[in-house]
């Protein structure tokens, strides 16, 4: 168990419909960041929030939005999904500036 | 931007034999480098990072990497390679704003 939690592991939709995928981050961590894995795109950095406020945008598609909460659980939001959104969901947690990276097993989104 | 790039797809080795899994970096300023690896469904798993410091970086299960500065390297190296180091390994570099960007990995396959 690495201490970062994501729930559900496994997902399947259908197009059009929207999904929620949580993150609890490791103890004592403030940062979250998530990441898309396709087969065609690899790991794709998505978003980052640091302590409630978004701090950096990658890849993420104006379809898909995300939070942390003040207990610092975050949320990624996808909507209006297509069969392209099929993928490998992981969320990663760090204290900002010690350099370590911790990630969740993930969230695989099958959508039909 | 920082990037990395893994430009083999895969790399064979016979078991007890030296593997090597190339990376190369491109940055402005200091380059914070890491190396994870993913077994099938799982999450990604760390093996060492590259701060400052000593070039040669030891790391999880018998891992080290070399950081080359003046060919923008950090290969991933193990000196005898066993059939379970078979997986999916990424190098990363952290960017400016602290996520981490990943290169599209390299599949190691070690055969008995």
């Known amino acids: 168990d690495s201490g970062v939690t994501q729930t559900p592991k496994h997902l399947i939709t259908a197009t059009g419909q929207r999904v929620t995928l949580r993150c609890s981050p490791r103890s004592g961590d403030l940062s979250v960041y998530w990441y898309q894995q396709s087969l065609d795109q690899g790991l794709q950095f998505l978003i980052q929030?640091?302590?409630?406020?978004?701090?950096a945008k990658g890849n993420i598609l104006e379809r898909f939005s995300a939070q942390q909460f003040p207990d610092l659980h975050s949320e990624l939001n996808l909507s209006s999904l297509e069969l392209g959104d099929s993928a490998l969901y992981f969320c990663a947690s760090s204290v900002v500036d010690n350099y370590g990276y911790t990630f969740g097993s993930g969230t695989r989104l099958t959508v039909v | 931007a920082q990037s990395v790039a893994q430009p083999e797809d895969q790399v064979n080795v016979a078991e007890g034999n030296p593997l090597t899994v190339k990376c190369t970096y491109s940055?402005?300023?200091?380059?914070?480098l890491f190396w994870y690896v993913q077994y099938p469904n799982r999450g990604l798993q760390f093996l060492l990072k590259?701060?400052?410091?000593?070039?040669l970086v030891k790391g999880s299960y018998g891992f080290e990497a070399e950081f080359n500065k003046s060919q923008t390297s950090f290969h991933l190296k193990k000196p005898s390679a066993l059939v379970s180091d078979s997986a999916l390994y990424f190098c990363a570099v952290r960017d400016r704003e602290a996520a981490l960007i990943f290169g599209k990995g390299t599949t190691l396959s070690v055969s008995s």
């Open positions: 929030y640091y302590n409630g406020e978004e701090r």
């Open positions: 590259y701060i400052t410091g000593d070039n």
């Open positions: 940055v402005s300023g200091n380059p914070y």
